[in-house]
């Protein structure tokens, strides 16, 4: 097991991983850019060192620096979080050069996985059905030829990265012309490569996705779904597990299908596959995530597994101990992404407690939040026996929760649970469209 792990990110997962080696004996470094000098990651942490200025570019982003300083305080592992580096190959290279485990798949794992319409053909011959589309587009008028076999509309997708970047809706040949450049753009500003692919667009759909835990043993194990449809411009705001579009016959036949396809792919880690739900039930893969999700806690209150921890240990070697009997699939969890709207400073902040209920939060009064970075600053999570008790759970600790100081989405997500549609569980990824 590792003795010191550095933590390569920032805000509530920094702090969630911290507190995941500290149960576990791990000695904790935290970085930090000089926006976050007073930030609660780097003041729960063993030990902190400042990575460079502010942008990301010069801090969170940068390799050189993270690596120097795992090497400065003699931490063995890295633990990239999600977001920034956590799916960059050269990151992994690089540990694996010095002599630092890094915590999740190797380079070449990523290399190989990355490119999202080279990962569609790898589980289309696992056995997951996908959806129709092209491999890496060469120009506008190829991507003009493919859009008119496959019928609009299309959907352009970057081929690397995450979080709804480099993605644009094509529903005509002009919008498509249109749309090309701009995502070409969006892509290389976000992840560094313009290279885009393209799909069939599936309206009406619900996005689903499996959390999967594997490690080099050869054992993997699905654990549930999570229903990430509430969207705005393909940024999740709200995610529930198990997903209210899914029957148990498909639920069970969609977990079962993807631990063979991860097993087949040769995946080891805690990774996630990415799935849309059609009006008549059926379902197909769009990519996969090489790392932990935002959303990770909605699956772990749900079964009762801390994947932070397996994380660790599956890099450390270990091979997963348990099985399907020990897994909790039953009861409902909801997660609401806390937002702000605003930089600001917090003067005040009370976090609602109880059975079942967490709050994963980097935010304690005086904490700056800084117009840098994503705005994320909390999850709010709940856990009961039924979706309709989930659903009350959650609509009274929003209304209990209090941030000071700055603007958040506190009120749309009150919105959200109570909106009719999302109280049926009738819902699709066009639910924020005109909210």
Known sequence: MFSKILIANRGEIAVRIIRACKEMGIKTVAVYSEADRNALHSALADESICIGPAPAAESYLSISSIISAALATKANAIHPGYGFLSENPALADECRKNGIAFIGPDAETMMRLSDKSAIKKLASDAGLPVIPGTGTLSSVDEALKEAESIGYPVMLKARSGGGGRGIRPAYSAEELRDAYPVAVKESETAFGDGGLYLEKCIEKARHIEVQVLADEFGNAIALGERDCSIQRRHQKLLEESPSPGLDRTIRSELLAKTEDAVKKIGYTGAGTLEFLLDSTGHYYFME??????????????????????????????????????????????????????????????????????????????????????????????????????????????????????IDTNIGEELGIISDPAFLSGDYTTDFMEGR
Not at 296 to 305: A, M, S, Y
Not at 315 to 335: W, Y
Not at 373 to 391: A, W
Request: proline fraction near 7%.
């Open 288 to 405: 996969m995530n090489l790392r932990l999700q935002v959303e990770h806690g909605v699956t772990e209150i749900l079964t009762g597994t801390d994947l932070v921890k397996w994380q660790i240990r599956i890099a450390a070697g270990i091979p997963i101990s348990f099985t399907h009997k020990d897994v909790r699939l039953s009861g409902a969890a909801i997660e609401c992404r806390i937002n702000a709207k605003t930089p600001g400073t917090v003067r005040r902040i009370h976090i609602p407690g109880g059975p079942f209920v967490r709050f994963d939060t980097y935010l304690e009064p005086g904490t700056d939040v800084p117009p840098y970075y994503d705005p994320l600053v909390g999850k709010l999570i709940v856990y009961t026996r039924t979706r309709e008790e989930s659903i009350r759970k959650m609509r009274a600790y929003l209304c209990e929760l209090v941030i000071d100081g």
